[in-house]
C-alpha cells in the first residue's frame, strides 16, 4: 500500500536530484486515513521559475497537478474531470497560451512526474537557445 510518507519520500527524491530543482519544499500535506491523503510540493527551479505539484490519493486514485509558473501559470497538466471530449480525458494540459490538450499523463504519480519533468525542461530550453 502506498502511504503518504513512502509517496512523499520518493517524490522529494526525484525532485531533488533532478537537474532543473533549485529547491523542493514540502507546503501542505493532510492525512485523512493511511490511504487517503494529499501533499503539494513547491519547487524552485533555474532562472526564476516555480513548480508546483499536488497529489491527492484517494484508496489508490490519484488527483494531480503539476503547474510550472513565474508571477502567471504558464503550464499546467491535471486530471479534474472535464475537457470530456478529449480522448485522454479526464486527463489534460493547459499549454502557455491557455488552449486544452491531450495529456500522456496516466494518473501514475511516480512516472507522470518524471514525464512532466522532461516537458518542463523542453519549455524552459526554448528561452536558453
Not at 486527463?91 to 491531450?102: A, C, L, R, S, T
Request: charged letters at 20%; proline letters at 6%; aromatic letters at 14%.
Amino acid at each position: 500500500m502506498i502511504t503518504l510518507p513512502v509517496l512523499l519520500g520518493r517524490f522529494m527524491s526525484v525532485l531533488q536530484a533532478h537537474p532543473l530543482c533549485q529547491q523542493a519544499q514540502i507546503i501542505e500535506t493532510k492525512e485523512f486515513s493511511p490511504d487517503r491523503f494529499l501533499f503539494k510540493i513547491r519547487i524552485i527551479l533555474t532562472r526564476g521559475y516555480k513548480f508546483q505539484i499536488r497529489i491527492y490519493y484517494n484508496q489508490g486514485h490519484v488527483d494531480y497537478a503539476y503547474q510550472l509558473f513565474t508571477n502567471v501559470p504558464l503550464l499546467r497538466w491535471d486530471n479534474k474531470e472535464e475537457f470530456n471530449y478529449l480522448d485522454t480525458y479526464p486527463h489534460h494540459h493547459h499549454d502557455e497560451q491557455g488552449y486544452i490538450k491531450p495529456s500522456p499523463l496516466t494518473g501514475n504519480p511516480l512516472e507522470d512526474v518524471e514525464v512532466v519533468l522532461q516537458k518542463v525542461e523542453l519549455f524552459l530550453s526554448k528561452f536558453t537557445e
